[in-house]
């Protein structure tokens, strides 16, 4: 009898203990004391655009393409999980980095580095948030600086260019003047003077990256002038890259002219009746790095205070090949044998126009 108790009280003690085990078993998942680590379930993300939008074919869709990806992946919806807040103008990246921060979004994106300032004072006055800013550096703790090497992908669009030109005439229109987009025109020069040093390269920047207008304008002098080739780093302003482009060819379809898109493949935009007049992108991997981001912050990886660069060796940019028409074997094999150059170190793409100017005397 006494064995029979002694066997029951056993059982009731080991079930208890089971049943405590599986009630403290999610212990670890949820919030996660200081850092603020979340589940997917509730872990959420945000970005503030800068000028041009989600929509602008560039540079801030593709960030917006990368976090709507992210959220699709843990089932996650807008205004419920991520969202975005629109810039119209220079005014509007403060409030609204404010605004995304007071609806307790654990982690906010700043989409460019116009936005430098305001992730700096948002980060030091929230400093249990976690903030992203890309194409620029801020010396956070809290802040993740994503940064790319534009000049590689440049380099092979260049080379594009170069062999793709009938008239050694190619031309280069930026957004801002300044050290971002000046890697961009580097590269892209580079690469070009590296097929051919005769060939022109004409150089124009629209001070602004949502001036269609006036991307429009600069395209039309420079087609005008027998450029035959134009590689834009505008954001929105290329749009009317593209716009005179396609006026262009729907009026002689015979006439061979293109554009070199940025950031996305801007195949799609370059598509006028059965022609397409997108040469090739130089594909930036704004997407990627946002959905990574988000993903590592979410599970408790945040790179705080570092600055995660991406490539052509980690596939952070690239030329796009989807025109495969206007990409030839000879341009394709060339685009290769440059792009392994510069992986195995043997090239090494200017990055400023100093060193740009080094590079092609040195060809």
């Not at 655009?49 to 540079?59: A, C, I, P």
Request: charged residues 25%; hydrophobic residues 35%.
């Amino acid at each position: 009898m006494n064995n029979r108790k002694f066997m029951l009280l056993f059982a009731v003690v080991i079930g208890l203990g089971m049943i405590l085990a599986a009630c403290g078993g999610g212990g670890n998942s949820g919030k996660s004391g200081k850092s603020g680590s979340k589940g997917s379930s509730d872990f959420s993300a945000a970005l503030v655009t800068d000028v041009g939008g989600v929509d602008d074919k560039s540079f801030n869709q593709s960030a917006w393409e990368g976090l709507q990806a992210w959220g699709k992946e843990h089932n996650l919806s807008k205004g419920k999980g991520f969202d975005y807040a629109q810039s119209n103008s220079k005014s509007d990246y403060l409030p609204n980095l404010t605004r995304l921060i007071k609806k307790d979004y654990d982690l906010v994106f700043g989409i460019g580095y116009k936005l430098h300032d305001g992730i700096k004072k948002v980060a030091e006055q929230y400093p249990d948030k976690h903030f992203a800013i890309v194409d620029d550096v801020v010396d956070a703790p809290n802040v993740a600086s994503i940064t790319f090497k534009e000049q590689e992908g440049s380099f092979l669009v260049g080379v594009a260019a170069a062999k793709k030109t009938k008239t050694n005439k190619v031309g280069f229109v930026g957004g801002v003047d300044g050290s971002l987009i000046n890697k961009f025109e580097s590269g892209f020069i580079a690469g070009v003077k590296s097929v051919n040093p005769d060939i022109e390269v004409q150089v124009e920047y629209a001070e602004s990256f949502a001036a269609a207008d006036k991307g429009k304008l600069i395209a039309t002098q420079m087609y005008n002038s027998g450029v035959d080739v134009i590689y834009h780093a505008s954001g929105a302003t290329g749009n009317g890259v593209f716009a005179q482009a396609k006026d262009i060819k729907k009026n002689n379809p015979d006439k061979e002219i293109w554009v070199i898109g940025v950031d996305r493949d801007q195949y799609d935009e370059g598509q006028i009746g059965e022609h397409n007049v997108t040469l090739t992108s130089m594909v930036k991997r704004v997407d990627v790095a946002v959905k990574d981001l988000a993903n590592q912050a979410m599970n408790d990886k945040f790179p705080g205070g570092k600055n995660v660069v991406y490539g052509l060796e980690d596939g952070g940019v690239s030329a796009a090949r989807t025109n495969k028409e206007a990409l030839t074997d000879d341009i394709v094999k060339a685009i290769e044998k440059w792009k392994e150059k510069i992986i195995n170190g043997d090239v090494k793409v200017p990055a400023t126009r100093e060193e740009t100017k080094k590079f092609v005397k040195s060809l």
